[in-house]
């Protein structure tokens, strides 16, 4: 038993050459039969036939020579005889030597028979004429030699008709054998390629049956399912392919199941993980319906994590705004994001600081959310003290500051007589930091204001071109005293957007004075607005020293200023702090793009009005 499948290939190969051959074989054993018979009907009968033709013309010349001997010329006569003679013997030997048919010999002995009284008779009459002359001699032609001659004849031409009928009857029996020849080839050219055919198609299923068979499992194996093993059907080269399959799918459940082990225990350690965590935490799907509750969780919103599990958020916490802020868009780039919300649990208020993280998929497809609730109730309450406690600082500060400011005034005014320049250039720098001081009182004032709720904030329609060109003609002048080209561009008809007039003057005011701050002569500062997505987009941009990356998330923080910058400038740090309160609480954002020695842009979105 052949096992290797190239052994046997061959040895189908084998078989169809052999299959071949002997159709080849037979095809030119026929063929040479053919040749065969058409040979002996060529040999044979024409042969003879031939042979007869000639001793017939012979027979007529010699004949003729008789006539001429007994006429005309003796010696012609008896030359022309004899030629005739010897041509007459050598086709009449021939003819002995090819006798083939079935009375052919007797014919042949006839024709010697009466050749030979017929040659003799002329002798006789040779004799007659030289002593009886030319009557007598043409008698004895007539009665004598003219019955031989004809006898003759007529047995020359028995042999011929012998000879045609048995060459006619040879012409049929070669057609029929090149007919049989045809349909034997015919028959086996038919069988071998039937044969052949069959052959070829059953071993080509056999050979290709266990490729079916590898191919339907690894499709399987494709799906999914590790659990696969092919049946090994054959022991060639097939059968190593299928056994190594095996083998590798053997592999593969194994690599499996220490993946997913692996994979387990993780998963297992990190639910540990989360159930521990002290503060409230959530792990929802992209359908928002919670996939985990930890313990903490379980006890701040009073509720098992069994009857919440696979339920909306919302029909376990019924918190509308929490649930805004977890449902509320992305923003791009963002995976996570914080809020500070305020919520009741067992009577008590909470400050929470709600985040908002994105769980993805390897294709980067959102799958689920994880929220987390810091507890922040105690930094909130002493933010609070912080706050009433700067409030009411700042607010003694001012009462004392306004004295001194105006008496520094009155200093200044000379009506309490003249200062000397050393006493007035002191008294100046007094003023001015007088004034920083007052700003910054000022400032935290407004802060604090804000933050502790306390701000008032007259939400209307208002329209956004009319604060930029305010603010455009309140700081014109001073840009083109610092020879900088101030401009502003608001798209035509732009809609109102719904804000506090008096605090977003405020914020475009700060931002365009920052800009005219930090930059230097030459440059260019631009006001623009446009809507996009349904929201007011305002833009200040400068061509002034801009901020590096590092600074730009800080820059929004309380007394946050850039160190380093070249241009001598003194602020509070507060104004950016301000204008990202007020614009929050508007429910818009605030941020900003910059680049070092190349500008900034603040941008800050509003609602539209409705
Ligand atoms: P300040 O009173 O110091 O300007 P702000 O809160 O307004 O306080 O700004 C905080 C810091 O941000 C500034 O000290 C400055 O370093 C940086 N800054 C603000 N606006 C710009 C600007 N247009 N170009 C460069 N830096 C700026």
Redesign the pocket.
């Known amino acids: 038993m052949i096992k290797s499948l190239k052994g046997r290939i061959s040895l189908v190969y084998l078989t169809l050459v052999i299959i071949s051959s002997i159709v080849g074989f037979i095809s030119v054993v026929n063929l040479f039969k053919l040749s065969g018979s058409i040979e002996k009907l060529m040999t044979a009968n024409y042969k003879s036939i031939s042979a007869v033709n000639n001793m017939i013309e012979s027979i007529e010349n010699q004949d003729r020579a008789i006539l001429i001997y007994i006429d005309m010329d003796k010696q012609k006569g008896l030359d022309e005889f004899s030629q005739n003679n010897n041509s007459f013997v050598q086709w009449f030997n021939i003819e002995k030597n090819n006798i083939t048919e079935f009375g052919e010999k007797k014919s042949v002995e006839k024709t010697n028979f009466y050749y030979t009284k017929y040659t003799r008779s002329f002798l006789q009459l040779q004799e007659i004429r030289n002593t009886l002359g030319i009557e007598n001699a043409i008698e004895y032609y007539n009665k004598t030699i003219t019955p031989y001659f004809n006898n003759t004849k007529k047995s020359l031409r028995t042999l011929k008709q012998l000879n045609e009928k048995a060459m006619f009857k040879g012409k049929n029996n070669t057609n029929n054998d090149a007919k049989r020849s045809i349909y034997i080839v015919l028959i086996l050219t038919s069988l071998a390629t039937t044969g052949g055919f069959i052959i070829s198609r059953y071993f080509t299923n056999l050979f290709l049956k266990p490729i079916y068979t590898l191919t339907e499992t690894v499709k399987l194996v494709k799906a999914g399912d590790m659990n696969q093993q092919t049946t090994i059907i054959s022991k060639d080269e097939i059968g190593e392919l299928a056994v190594e399959f095996n083998h590798m799918t053997k592999r593969l459940q194994q690599f499996e199941k220490s993946a997913l082990g692996n994979l387990m225990s993780e998963k297992n350690r990190f639910i540990a993980v989360v159930k521990n965590i002290s503060d409230p935490l959530i792990v929802m799907d992209n359908n928002y319906k919670i996939a985990i509750l930890n313990k903490s969780g379980e006890t701040f919103f009073n509720i098992s994590e069994e009857k919440s599990l696979n339920k909306h958020f919302l029909e376990v916490i019924r918190n509308g705004e929490l649930f805004d802020h977890i449902s509320a868009e992305f923003n791009p780039g963002e995976d996570r994001k914080e809020k500070i919300i305020h919520m009741t649990s067992n009577d008590e208020d909470y400050y929470l600081n709600v985040v908002v993280t994105t769980v993805k998929d390897v294709e980067n497809n959102l799958t689920g959310l994880i929220v987390l609730f810091q507890n922040v109730t105690a930094l909130k309450e002493f933010e609070k003290t912080r706050t009433n406690f700067i409030a009411t600082i700042s607010h003694e500060f001012k009462t004392p500051l306004t004295s001194i400011m105006m008496g520094i005034d009155l200093l200044l005014n000379t009506e309490m007589g003249v200062l000397n320049d050393d006493q007035m250039n002191i008294t100046t720098v007094l003023k001015e930091d007088c004034e920083i001081l007052s700003t910054l009182v000022s400032?935290i004032m407004e802060l604090t204001k804000i933050e502790s709720g306390k701000a008032i904030f007259t939400i209307q329609a208002c329209s956004i071109s009319g604060i930029i060109e305010n603010t455009y003609k309140q700081f014109k002048q001073i840009a083109d005293q610092k020879s900088i080209d101030l401009e502003f561009d608001a798209e035509e008809n732009l809609p109102l957007v719904s804000a506090d007039f008096e605090k977003i003057t405020w914020v475009v005011n700060?931002?365009v004075?920052?800009?005219l701050?930090?930059?230097n002569a030459g440059d260019d500062i631009m006001i623009s607005a446009s809507v996009k997505n349904n929201m007011m987009y305002v833009s200040?941009r400068?061509t002034?020293?801009?901020?590096l990356d590092e600074?730009k998330e800080n820059?929004?923080n309380k007394f946050?200023?850039?160190k380093g910058?070249d241009l001598e400038?003194?602020?509070?740090?507060?104004?950016?702090?301000?204008?990202k309160e007020i614009i929050e609480v508007h429910g818009g954002k605030i941020w900003?793009e910059?680049k070092l020695d190349l500008?900034?842009t603040?941008i800050f979105t509003l609602s539209l009005s409705k």
């Open positions: 400032d700060n931002l004075s920052n800009a701050k930090y930059t200040i400068d002034g020293i801009g901020i600074y820059i929004f946050f200023q850039v910058n400038i003194r602020g509070t740090g507060l104004g950016l702090s301000i204008a900003c910059s500008g900034s603040f």
